[in-house]
């Protein structure tokens, strides 16, 4: 059980509002016996400097807001132990992305990734009365890649991503393609393929599997990412 | 500072389940319609509902709406309005097989249907056995539903301002809504919106608390937008507190963890539901569960070292069971309680979760407030749906899987009120009063310039202790009347906030401080109410107003049977009728009973 103890960061500040330029900052707050994630040592920090800037929600994980870069990793700052983290805890926004204001990123081109996948489901057939049938196998199918919480850890740790950002879908974006992909009541599948047969925006992928390793969810969007290839090349022969 | 001005058909205010709902039904109208959300639609907290969306689809036992409306009117003890709660119960199953058809990945029966698992106060055949009646995606159903709905509206092409923070509603002199101004948080600029409808859909605001399972967002925005601009609050003394927040933690443990067989019990390992509610055990009602386990922590029958707790126990159901109908649950087991589910017990203790009352509206999804001696007179212009407003479906106390519901259906039912209203030519764009974001550039002006004042985080803080030991599970007459007169301090307060930060770009301190405004009407409103109500109904349980037989449950029907409205101006109060007659002629009303489960 943790107990009262004093903890060491450093920050990526930068205020477009004042700064000429980002700086790291040099800050340590200390932390009640409750304090246990990262979340709850930063919002600690910000009742000292209400000058602090991040997003964050839900503090549990599904709402996607608190991803930053931990220590060279990205991650959710919510689910993060705060006690298991190497001092100084060096935060950065995640990487690739343009900087707002300290770890706040301009995530337009993430989403516009996620959206340029068509992330709704296409079936053109008159909507019964009742749901659609779907077996428990075929929706089993969907575990693993229903769950994304959008929160960009995965896309903004893919080298492919940060180098193409305007090209390359990205893991996340894929993974959603792939949920629909596979989901049996779609009837959208070669159009979705179309979509993403190009050098670039699917096949930029080279495997480097970042973003397995940083899901907070647990996700593995390089799996996923496999499949639609799969799928590309069943439909080629 | 200059004001940019947007006219829009329509704005909504939030972005979770409600409002995402709502703009569905105006965007596939054709609607110009502005979706003002201050966190990316999907980081709403509607994603964290877990455990299921009630609609008796009937696929794995017997059921019929019939049932579904007794349980409602029954768990909301008897406040709720029965014309809402025949409206939604019977559009249930309509806006479940909807979001199905949006691709909603819910769970299945071996026969391909959506799956259904048991949940509180829900039963068959007016209250003899639990029913499985929440239609659920493990135990991500509101993220899976959130998804959903956002998804839908990528398509309908929605337009959604992203991180824009409303601040005022705008009246004109004849009271009627013409939209609101608003904040673009990465610039700091505030902008008007004016519109032919203003539809809130902005949540509830258990952060009113100090232990809450809500997000940090829920800070009750529309709510407080509202009382400041003169709409009372209806039912704020009535908060839910869930039974199972982890302990410490206040995250949440959901329903369905009791639904799929998980077990409460003591510190000897007894399972003492069964001497509260007989009948259906742990899966009674929320209030009564609540109830339940702050007696036995009272009475020293609470578990670890400083028995402030009990246990949730599913260590006997198979881990197949568990990794399968509850993942999300073992993940935060683990994260936040350091417990792994299959192993050993959860700690778990009630916890703020759900506001019932809110702002006043009728089944429609209009705002309704009392005018020339009518009770629920449409405010022209203004709509609202899902936590933020006030139907009242949930009356004293909410059944779990109703909140998912609540926010389908009259999400839905705003929207299309919205839409009938929008081509008959009733909405038009009446002209912006002089000055119309002179109060919300005054607030800004403040926080530029406050010196002296106080700090943010402390008066938040000091309003969250207050209402947690003045509001709580069990409430006293003499610590409520010192809640009063404390809340009305840290008001004062509130007045006063005081922000180190000045930046225009992402400026967090000053979005707190604004909210602060919004959490403080609120807070307001429930203490006050809450002591005016001198009788035990639902979640609002008097020590002195106990179980008798003249007042089954605490309950005085004779003088009690009435919804709160509390006015911000003078912090004043009045009272209008409980509609106890359904919306159709050949639907017999629930007649008032007592209460057990």
């Given at each position: 059980?943790s107990s009262?103890?004093?903890?060491?960061?450093?920050?990526?500040?930068?205020?477009p509002?004042?700064?000429?330029k980002p700086?790291?900052?040099?800050?340590?707050?200390e932390?009640?016996e409750?304090?246990?994630?990262?979340?709850?040592?930063?919002?600690?920090?910000k009742?000292?400097?209400?000058?602090?800037?991040?997003?964050r929600?839900?503090?549990?994980?599904?709402c996607?807001?608190?991803?930053?870069?931990?220590?060279?990793?990205?991650?959710?700052?919510?689910l993060?132990?705060?006690?298991?983290?190497?001092?100084?805890i060096?935060?950065r926004?995640?990487?690739?992305?343009?900087?707002?204001?300290?770890?706040?990123?301009?995530?337009?081109?993430?989403?516009?990734?996620?959206?340029?996948?068509?992330?709704?489901?296409?079936?053109?057939?008159?909507?019964?009365?009742?749901?659609?049938?779907?077996?428990?196998?075929?929706?089993?199918?969907?575990?693993?890649?229903?769950?994304c919480?959008l929160?960009?850890?995965c896309?903004?740790?893919?080298?492919?991503?940060?180098?193409?950002?305007?090209?390359?879908?990205?893991p996340a974006?894929?993974l959603?393609?792939?949920?629909?992909?596979?989901?049996?009541?779609?009837?959208a599948?070669?159009?979705?393929?179309?979509?993403?047969e190009?050098?670039?925006?699917l096949?930029?992928?080279?495997?480097?599997?970042?973003?397995?390793?940083?899901?907070?969810?647990?996700?593995?969007?390089?799996?996923?990412?496999?499949?639609?290839?799969?799928?590309?090349?069943?439909?080629a022969? | 500072?200059?004001?940019?001005?947007?006219?829009?058909?329509?704005?909504?205010?939030?972005a979770?389940?409600?409002?995402?709902?709502?703009?569905?039904?105006?965007?596939?109208?054709?609607?110009?319609t502005?979706v003002?959300?201050k966190?990316?639609?999907t980081?709403?907290?509607?994603?964290?509902?877990?455990?299921?969306v009630?609609?008796?689809?009937?696929n794995?036992?017997?059921?019929?709406?019939h049932?579904?409306?007794?349980?409602?009117?029954?768990?909301?003890?008897?406040?709720?309005?029965?014309?809402?709660i025949?409206?939604?119960?019977?559009k249930a199953n309509?806006?479940?097989?909807?979001?199905?058809?949006?691709?909603m990945?819910?769970?299945?029966?071996?026969?391909?249907k959506?799956?259904?698992?048991?949940f509180?106060?829900?039963?068959?055949?007016?209250?003899?056995?639990?029913?499985?009646?929440s239609?659920?995606?493990?135990?991500?159903t509101g993220?899976?539903?959130?998804?959903?709905?956002?998804?839908?509206?990528?398509r309908a092409?929605?337009?959604?301002?992203?991180?824009?923070?409303?601040?005022?509603l705008?009246?004109?002199?004849?009271?009627?809504?013409?939209?609101?101004?608003?904040m673009?948080?990465?610039?700091?600029?505030?902008?008007?919106?004016?519109?032919k409808?203003?539809?809130?859909?902005?949540g509830?605001?258990?952060r009113?608390?100090?232990?809450?399972?809500?997000?940090?967002?829920?800070?009750?925005d529309?709510v407080?937008?509202?009382?400041?601009?003169?709409?009372?609050?209806?039912?704020?003394?009535?908060?839910?507190?869930?039974?199972?927040?982890?302990?410490?933690?206040?995250?949440?443990i959901t329903?369905?963890?009791?639904?799929?067989?998980?077990?409460?019990?003591?510190?000897?390992?007894?399972?003492?539901m069964?001497?509260?509610?007989?009948?259906?055990?742990?899966?009674?009602?929320?209030?009564?569960?609540?109830?339940?386990?702050t007696?036995?922590?009272?009475?020293?029958?609470?578990?670890?070292?400083?028995?402030?707790?009990?246990?949730l126990?599913?260590?006997?159901?198979s881990?197949e069971?568990?990794n399968?109908?509850?993942?999300?649950?073992?993940?935060?087991?683990?994260?936040?309680a350091?417990?792994?589910?299959?192993?050993?017990?959860?700690?778990?203790v009630?916890?703020?979760?759900?506001?019932?009352?809110?702002?006043?509206?009728?089944?429609?999804?209009?705002?309704?407030?009392?005018?020339?001696?009518?009770?629920?007179?449409p405010?022209?212009g203004f709509?609202?749906?899902?936590?933020?407003?006030?139907?009242?479906?949930?009356?004293?106390?909410?059944?779990g899987?109703?909140?998912l519901?609540?926010?389908?259906?009259?999400g839905?039912?705003?929207?299309?009120t919205?839409?009938?209203?929008f081509?008959?030519?009733q909405?038009?764009?009446?002209?912006l009063?002089?000055?119309?974001?002179d109060?919300?550039?005054?607030?800004?002006?403040?926080l530029e310039?406050?010196?002296?004042?106080?700090?943010?985080h402390?008066?938040?803080?000091e309003?969250?202790?207050?209402?947690?030991?003045?509001?709580?599970?069990?409430?006293?007459?003499?610590?409520m009347k010192?809640?009063?007169?404390?809340?009305?301090?840290?008001?004062?307060?509130?007045?006063?906030?005081?922000?180190k930060?000045?930046?225009?770009v992402?400026?967090?301190?000053?979005?707190?401080?604004?909210?602060l405004d919004?959490?403080?009407?609120?807070a307001?409103?429930?203490?006050?109410?809450?002591?005016?109500?001198?009788?035990?109904?639902?979640?609002?349980?008097?020590?002195?107003?106990?179980?008798?037989?003249e007042?089954?449950?605490?309950?005085?029907?004779?003088?009690?049977?009435?919804?709160?409205?509390?006015?911000?101006?003078?912090?004043?109060?009045?009272y209008?009728?409980?509609?106890?007659?359904?919306?159709?002629a050949?639907v017999?009303p629930?007649?008032?009973?007592?209460?057990?489960?």
């Amino acid at each position: 059980m943790s107990s009262k103890r004093t903890v060491q960061f450093k920050i990526y500040r930068y205020d477009p509002d004042k700064d000429d330029k980002p700086y790291m900052q040099d800050i340590s707050v200390e932390l009640e016996e409750s304090d246990k994630k990262l979340l709850d040592a930063l919002v600690r920090l910000k009742a000292k400097d209400d000058t602090l800037s991040f997003r964050r929600s839900c503090r549990e994980g599904v709402c996607g807001s608190d991803a930053m870069n931990i220590n060279g990793k990205n991650g959710l700052a919510c689910l993060t132990g705060v006690d298991e983290l190497a001092q100084p805890i060096t935060l950065r926004p995640l990487p690739g992305l343009p900087v707002i204001r300290d770890v706040i990123v301009d995530m337009t081109q993430f989403f516009k990734q996620y959206h340029s996948i068509k992330p709704y489901l296409i079936n053109n057939d008159p909507a019964p009365e009742r749901e659609r049938l779907q077996s428990p196998e075929d929706r089993e199918e969907l575990n693993g890649l229903y769950e994304c919480i959008l929160c960009a850890c995965c896309s903004t740790s893919c080298p492919s991503f940060w180098w193409n950002p305007d090209k390359f879908v990205g893991p996340a974006g894929l993974l959603a393609a792939y949920r629909f992909l596979a989901d049996t009541r779609d009837q959208a599948t070669s159009e979705r393929l179309d979509n993403l047969e190009d050098p670039y925006r699917l096949f930029r992928c080279h495997s480097i599997m970042n973003c397995v390793d940083v899901c907070p969810k647990n996700l593995n969007p390089t799996k996923a990412i496999g499949k639609i290839k799969d799928m590309m090349v069943r439909r080629a022969v | 500072m200059k004001v940019a001005k947007h006219t829009f058909d329509a704005v909504i205010v939030g972005a979770g389940g409600a409002g995402l709902r709502a703009a569905l039904q105006l965007s596939e109208a054709g609607m110009k319609t502005a979706v003002l959300t201050k966190v990316f639609p999907t980081r709403s907290h509607t994603v964290a509902a877990q455990g299921g969306v009630a609609a008796s689809l009937g696929n794995s036992t017997e059921d019929n709406w019939h049932w579904h409306m007794y349980d409602t009117v029954k768990g909301s003890d008897w406040l709720g309005d029965q014309d809402a709660i025949e409206f939604m119960v019977k559009k249930a199953n309509e806006v479940v097989v909807e979001l199905e058809h949006y691709g909603m990945p819910f769970d299945r029966t071996d026969n391909g249907k959506i799956y259904q698992r048991p949940f509180g106060g829900h039963s068959q055949n007016y209250g003899q056995t639990p029913v499985s009646r929440s239609c659920a995606a493990a135990d991500r159903t509101g993220h899976a539903m959130l998804h959903a709905l956002y998804q839908r509206n990528v398509r309908a092409n929605t337009q959604f301002f992203v991180e824009w923070m409303a601040m005022d509603l705008i009246r004109d002199a004849d009271g009627d809504v013409l939209g609101v101004t608003a904040m673009e948080m990465e610039t700091g600029e505030v902008s008007i919106f004016h519109a032919k409808a203003t539809i809130f859909a902005t949540g509830g605001a258990g952060r009113i608390y100090y232990s809450s399972t809500n997000a940090f967002i829920n800070t009750g925005d529309g709510v407080g937008m509202a009382a400041r601009a003169g709409i009372p609050l209806e039912d704020m003394e009535f908060w839910q507190f869930h039974p199972t927040g982890v302990a410490g933690a206040g995250v949440l443990i959901t329903e369905g963890v009791r639904g799929e067989g998980g077990i409460l019990r003591n510190a000897s390992g007894e399972r003492f539901m069964e001497r509260y509610a007989p009948n259906l055990k742990d899966l009674a009602s929320r209030d009564v569960v609540s109830r339940a386990m702050t007696t036995e922590i009272n009475e020293g029958r609470g578990c670890g070292s400083a028995k402030d707790h009990v246990l949730l126990d599913i260590t006997h159901l198979s881990p197949e069971t568990i990794n399968k109908r509850l993942p999300g649950i073992r993940e935060i087991s683990i994260q936040f309680a350091g417990v792994d589910p299959i192993k050993a017990p959860i700690p778990v203790v009630p916890t703020c979760h759900y506001q019932m009352g809110g702002i006043p509206t009728n089944y429609k999804g209009q705002v309704v407030v009392p005018k020339d001696g009518q009770p629920n007179v449409p405010v022209a212009g203004f709509y609202a749906a899902g936590e933020c407003a006030c139907a009242s479906v949930h009356g004293a106390n909410r059944l779990g899987t109703n909140s998912l519901l609540d926010l389908l259906v009259f999400g839905k039912a705003a929207g299309e009120t919205v839409v009938e209203d929008f081509r008959s030519g009733q909405l038009t764009l009446k002209p912006l009063p002089e000055n119309a974001a002179d109060v919300s550039l005054a607030r800004i002006a403040r926080l530029e310039s406050q010196t002296n004042g106080e700090d943010v985080h402390e008066v938040r803080l000091e309003m969250q202790r207050t209402m947690q030991k003045h509001a709580g599970v069990f409430r006293f007459a003499d610590i409520m009347k010192e809640g009063v007169t404390k809340i009305m301090q840290v008001a004062e307060r509130a007045k006063r906030t005081q922000i180190k930060d000045k930046s225009k770009v992402w400026n967090t301190a000053r979005t707190e401080a604004l909210e602060l405004d919004n959490l403080i009407e609120v807070a307001k409103a429930t203490m006050v109410s809450a002591e005016a109500r001198k009788e035990s109904r639902g979640a609002h349980v008097r020590d002195d107003a106990p179980d008798t037989a003249e007042h089954p449950n605490g309950r005085d029907d004779e003088n009690w049977l009435k919804h709160t409205l509390w006015f911000s101006e003078g912090n004043r109060l009045d009272y209008k009728p409980v509609t106890l007659q359904p919306m159709s002629a050949d639907v017999e009303p629930i007649a008032l009973a007592k209460r057990t489960y």
